[in-house]
């Protein structure tokens, strides 16, 4: 994460306000007098806050570790070679 002071943001605020929304990264903006604080990208928030929101599901946590076991030992769906060739449209 890119760090600026908050004159330079002020002074730079359409550029380094593009170059984060351009790059989908954080900008931390830093003040001498108190607390810093961070622009992101509305999309890029929300994106955030939706990792978070599955992070502390439980259930949807654990219907992911089942979907990657049953994955990694290849027990997923397989479709037949007719289902496979109307996919491909042979």
Do not use: C
Request: proline share 2%.
């Amino acid at each position: 994460m890119d760090t600026v002071s908050v004159n330079k943001f002020r002074d730079n605020l359409k550029s380094l306000v593009e170059q984060s929304l351009g790059k989908h990264e954080p900008l931390r903006v830093t003040r001498r007098s108190g607390e810093d604080f961070v622009v992101v990208g509305a999309e890029d928030w929300e994106r955030e806050q939706e990792t978070l929101t599955v992070l502390q599901n439980s259930s949807l946590m654990q219907q992911l570790l089942d979907s990657a076991k049953t994955h990694s030992e290849r027990q997923g769906y397989q479709p037949t070679q007719e289902e496979m060739d109307e996919i491909t449209g042979l």
